[in-house]
């Protein structure tokens, strides 16, 4: 089923990407459509953002639901047309870096959206606005893992045979964990593949899913792994009994961007969405109900809340943002090494 | 056969008019699959003759590099063995479980009969992944099966159910078995109970019965049946990855990976046909060698 | 051959009593036929002969072997079927061949007794066809082979004849009958068509409701039934509910009173007059005791029935066609005619036994 709905849906891209500039009636400037995620997030933008901060203004928000490749996919595909069917396009920094190469997004400045002087310097980019961001960190099990790891190499300490767990769809990012702990980095991923297929003889575990990991995690099946600490958040509220830790070659950061694409209709009502989705509020509601830290300076968390979600000031020091141009002429690399070797 | 005799014993030209005005009735069917089947596949074809860049999705291009380099990998080469023998493998123990309980449905007279439908079909009614979640709360290691086994102390460690090829087969059975059972039932349905009584009448054990009468005459709906779950088999997905986990590889998932995470649409596309020319071939070669066999007309 | 007898044979489906506590016994050689309407447990009765029904209770025997808990495909007995249930896949010579292949008989063995077989029911020539690609006589025939050539100890005909018409059904009952008799064939036959119980029959077994009216020869049977039921179940038959007014007098529910000539103790609770049709005569004119105006004349061919009102009560008369110059011919209805018949033509019966 689940490969049935992909596979149409990629359909749909291809069949636009043969037919370009196919016009999709849409009535009024004041509405804004939104390429997002579903699920929590959707909810979550809907809530915090569309009714409190935009319907008063007189702007109606649509949301085009759809995981983040067809929507990629959607957005390279209507590049040459001259109306597109996204106002705001929502992407992980990686994805967001792929198709802006493309020159498919509108430049950002705080004349359109005033609120990007509030944003962390660290995390601006020239064409998007982050919304949120986490980190990848190790999650161990504190009842079962006494001495806290320290570094990415200690998920490699033999006394964790078959005890580290992995989620198949973070397959990149377990990449540069393995980079990470061989002395590599985010702009060289090679030293990964001998320290993977340590990890392979050490019987590490392989999860589907997010979700069967957090499963394995809950029946202790596996005690660590590499996590996003936003996740990590989330099952501890979950009741799983998890710490986190930042290793001391760094944490490699992951922001969710938003854009407007150049042949947006209501460019005016994308880069007002943007400018909302950067208001403290709704960021801090953000950081309670998913875990997710804010990017602007202004939206400051409850202590208790700040202390599970968010980076230390060292901590923050050793953010790694990834090279997203090698990460992305890398990545049939990466996908082949992660499906034919490590996991094969 | 009927029609054929139909045809053949009745004179006269309306015979020949009838089937003019009738070809309008598949019209709708035919724009249907024309459209939304070959049409899209075509579409699949091209991009498969493409060429993968990173940045800018695919290059056109018109070279069969991507079949070439997939035929010769050899992961690829174990992972459509994997998906071949998997297929087979269930389809035969489907068929092997199908065949008693579908003689017992196709034979069933009494009132029940349409409540016993219904009920093979309900595993139907609850989709791929929903289904797959309940096998994963029995197969995990505090799961069902294990808590059972743990507390009657049968074993004293947890099983490793969760991600084998066996929980895989369990899986994928329990989803095609309702495809086998009726339609295997709806032939046997047809065979008459006479037959069976001519042939005991006649000698013949319940076995040789069974051998020599029921087997032969339900030979069309074992050929449709398997053939039917054969193709389910060798496209499983959500069974294969939510069962056998991600190291076990079929070829759906394989595929997906290509192009939800590859981005890699010419090489998805290249193995999607490839999955399609091995499953049709071996359904052609395993029907004809069917018919040949049992005579199915 | 064998003989067969049953021996209280009941079956019970849930709270129905199929067959109650039937007795009968068969010598080798006879051809009984079970006779009557649908449901009167003859085809019950047929199937654990067969083996194919467990009785709820009673004994089958063949000679003197109790075959009561013998599952079907050790009883060796012959049957032909309604359907025929021909194996669509096998071709006639095929389906002759069957029973010999369950017996172990192999090669050139069964092929010459599957030869024979066919050439008694003069198939030979389409001993490679398909049933399908066989007309519904040369599918019975086949049969008939299939049923013969394992030399059943008992050969069993479940309405064999129903699936033919009329033409055919008149022929096929002859042949199957002669081939009875020359191969001395113990044999039982289902049927609720009398004409072929009469024609074909050894002796006759009425039932109803599972349970047996009478036994007797053809003969016994039409012309001294029992009850009012066997008499018309058997043959056309005049039947007027009444009482007997003494010893030479009956008198119908409708008023009617008829002279009658049967010894008072022939019939205690005799209360049905049972006349056929045929031992009526029938005159143009209203003389007599008994006339009235005709309802009904319908013509067929060598015979003619009339309808014929006297008093509160219809008489249904069937005479030789007339020829066209006897004054007879001539009659029409609402035309007053008169009725007669032989004093020791009617029966008294009672209305159930």
């Not at chain 3, 071709?91 to 172990?104: D, I």
């Not at chain 3, 008499?231 to 039947?239: E, T």
């Not at chain 3, 009956?250 to 005799?270: C, H, M, Q, W, Y």
Request: charged fraction near 20%; charge should be neutral.
């Amino acid at each position: 089923m689940i490969s049935r709905r992909h596979l149409l849906s990629a359909g749909a891209g291809a069949a636009t990407m043969l037919v370009p500039g196919v016009p999709i009636a849409r009535a009024e400037s004041s509405q804004v459509v939104v390429g997002t995620w579903g699920g929590d997030y959707g909810q979550l933008l809907s809530d915090l953002i569309d009714k409190p901060l935009l319907a008063p203004k007189g702007v109606e928000v649509l949301q085009d639901v759809a995981n983040a490749d067809p929507r990629k996919t959607k957005l390279l595909a209507e590049r040459q047309s001259r109306r597109g069917s996204m106002d705001v396009a929502c992407l992980s920094d990686t994805d967001h870096y792929v198709v802006a190469t493309t020159n498919v997004f509108e430049a950002v400045d705080a004349a359109k959206i005033p609120r990007l002087d509030k944003v962390f310097p660290e995390l601006r980019t020239d064409t998007a606005i982050p919304h949120i961001y986490s980190a990848l960190v190790i999650l161990y099990n504190e009842n079962q893992v006494k001495t806290p790891p320290t570094s990415w190499a200690d998920l490699w300490d033999p006394k964790w045979r078959g005890r580290v767990g992995l989620a198949d769809i973070l397959y990149s990012w377990n990449t540069l964990a393995a980079a990470l702990a061989n002395g590599g980095g985010v702009s060289n991923l090679d030293p990964a593949e001998q320290k993977l297929m340590e990890l392979r003889s050490l019987d590490a575990k392989i999860y589907p899913s997010n979700e069967a990991l957090a499963a394995g995690l809950k029946s202790e099946e596996v005690w660590l792994t590499a996590m996003w600490l936003a996740r990590g958040f989330m099952w501890k509220k979950a009741g799983i009994p998890l710490s986190h830790v930042v290793p001391k070659e760094g944490a490699a950061s992951i922001v969710f961007e938003a854009s407007v694409p150049r042949n947006a209709r209501n460019k005016d009502g994308g880069f007002a969405y943007l400018d909302a989705m950067l208001d403290a509020k709704a960021q801090i509601a953000f950081a309670d109900k998913m875990g997710y830290v804010p990017t602007v300076s202004d939206a400051v968390l409850p202590e208790d809340l700040a202390k599970q979600v968010s980076l230390s000031e060292a901590d923050r020091a050793r953010l790694l943002k990834p090279d997203y141009k090698y990460q992305s002429e890398r990545s049939q690399r990466t996908l082949d090494f992660w499906n034919k070797q490590f996991k094969g | 056969m009927t029609f054929a005799d139909t045809h053949r014993d009745t004179k006269g030209a309306n015979v020949k008019s009838a089937p003019s005005g009738m070809a309008l009735l598949v019209l709708p069917a035919c724009l249907l699959v024309l459209g939304l089947l070959i049409g899209p596949m075509l579409l699949m074809f091209r991009i498969s003759l493409n060429r993968f860049s990173p940045t800018q999705l695919m290059i056109e291009a018109f070279s069969f590099e991507n079949y070439a380099r997939a035929a010769a990998d050899p992961y690829y080469q174990e992972v459509i063995l994997t998906t071949l023998g998997m297929a087979l493998l269930c389809t035969a123990l489907t068929l092997i479980i199908a065949f008693p309980a579908a003689y017992w449905v196709g034979r069933l007279q009494s009132s029940w009969k349409s409540l016993v439908v219904i009920a093979t079909l309900f595993p139907l009614v609850v989709g791929n992944v929903v289904r797959s979640a309940g096998w994963m709360a029995l197969f995990t290691r505090d799961g069902l099966i294990n808590a059972v086994l743990l507390k009657v102390h049968v074993i004293s460690e947890p099983l490793t159910l969760m991600y084998t090829p066996k929980a895989v087969v369990f899986g994928i059975i329990a989803v095609v078995l309702p495809y086998m059972i009726l339609t295997i039932a709806s032939v046997i349905e047809s065979i008459p109970r006479d037959l069976e009584d001519a042939a005991a009448n006649l000698g013949a054990s319940a076995l040789q019965t069974f051998w020599r009468v029921i087997l032969p005459l339900s030979a069309p709906g074992v050929a449709a049946g398997s053939i039917l779950v054969f193709v389910l088999c060798m496209n499983t997905y959500a069974t294969a990855v939510l069962l056998g986990g991600p190291r076990f590889k079929m070829m759906a998932p394989a595929i997906f990976d290509q192009f939800v995470r590859g981005n890699n649409w010419p090489m998805g596309a290249a193995l999607a046909f490839m999955l399609l020319a091995l499953t049709m071939s071996f359904t052609i070669v395993g029907s004809i060698a069917f018919a040949r066999r049992y005579r199915v007309r | 051959m064998a003989s067969l007898s049953i021996d209280n044979l009941t079956k019970r489906f849930g709270a129905s009593l199929a067959v109650d506590g039937l007795n009968l016994a068969v010598q080798e050689g006879e051809l009984v036929a079970l006779l009557g309407p649908s449901g009167c447990g003859k085809t019950t009765t047929l199937r654990m002969v067969a083996g194919f029904l467990p009785p709820t209770s009673g004994r089958v025997l063949f000679d003197s072997e109790d075959v009561t808990n013998l599952p079907a495909h050790k009883r060796a007995t012959g049957m032909v079927f309604q359907s025929y249930a021909l194996f669509p896949h096998m071709t006639a010579a095929q389906n002759v061949g069957f029973g010999l292949e369950m017996r172990g008989v192999g090669g050139a063995e069964r092929q010459a007794k599957v030869e024979e077989a066919l050439k008694l029911v003069r198939l030979s020539h389409l001993a490679g066809r398909l049933p399908r690609e066989l007309s519904g006589g040369q599918q019975q025939r086949v049969a008939l082979a299939r049923a013969l050539v394992i030399n059943p100890k008992l050969f069993l005909l479940d309405e064999p004849l129903s699936n033919l018409d009329a033409k055919l059904r008149a022929e096929v009952r002859i042949e199957i009958r002669a081939l009875q008799q020359r191969l001395g064939l113990t044999t039982l036959l289902v049927t609720h068509d009398r004409e072929e119980a009469l024609t074909m029959a050894d002796r006759l077994v009425v039932m109803e409701g599972g349970r047996v009216r009478q036994v007797g020869s053809p003969r016994e049977l039409y012309d001294e039934p029992q009850d009012a039921f066997v008499a018309d179940f058997v043959g056309r038959c005049n039947i007027l509910l009444g009482r007997r007014e003494n010893e030479i007098q009956f008198r119908t529910a409708g008023g009617l009173v008829l002279t009658v000539d049967i010894a008072p103790n022939e019939s205690k609770n005799a209360n049905a007059f049972a006349l056929r049709p045929e031992r009526i005569s029938i005159r143009p004119g209203a003389e007599g005791d008994l006339h009235g105006p005709l309802q009904a004349v319908t013509y067929l061919g060598p015979q003619t029935e009339y309808h014929v009102r006297v008093g509160d009560e219809v008489f249904v008369v069937v005479q030789q066609t007339p020829g066209a110059d006897e004054p007879l011919a001539s009659v029409r209805p609402q035309d007053q005619v008169s009725l007669r018949w032989d004093r020791k033509a009617p029966r008294l019966v009672p209305q159930t036994s």
